[in-house]
């Protein structure tokens, strides 16, 4: 994701150095239009920045907010595993006292 970000930032250096000017409103276009569905959600707050730049510094947190969401989730799989494990042995303890009295 920030790949496509300095890509991006990339061409524009370029097309600036070649003198060539885009409108914001050309730029966010074409920006969007290079977004794939995994970012389908997220279109509605990138529309609402008012720059090009303000969505570029927007897609970018988001994409390091995705990143990190991505590397919770494969870190704590166990720990919430063994939290299933241990509630299913403790509903096991209190269905056998039930049973026993």
Request: net charge positive.
């Amino acid at each position: 994701m920030t790949e496509h970000i300095e890509t991006t930032k990339r061409m524009i250096g370029d097309l600036q150095e070649q003198r060539v000017l885009l409108a914001d409103e050309e730029k966010q276009q074409n920006f969007m239009q290079s977004l794939g569905p995994a970012w389908n959600g997220f279109v509605g707050v990138l529309e609402m920045c008012q720059t090009f730049e303000a969505m570029v510094t927007r897609y970018q947190a988001e994409a390091i907010r995705r990143d990190q969401q991505t590397n919770r989730r494969s870190t704590n799989s166990g720990s919430k595993s063994n939290a299933a494990f241990s509630a299913e042995q403790t509903a096991g303890k209190r269905g056998a006292r039930r049973s026993a009295i």
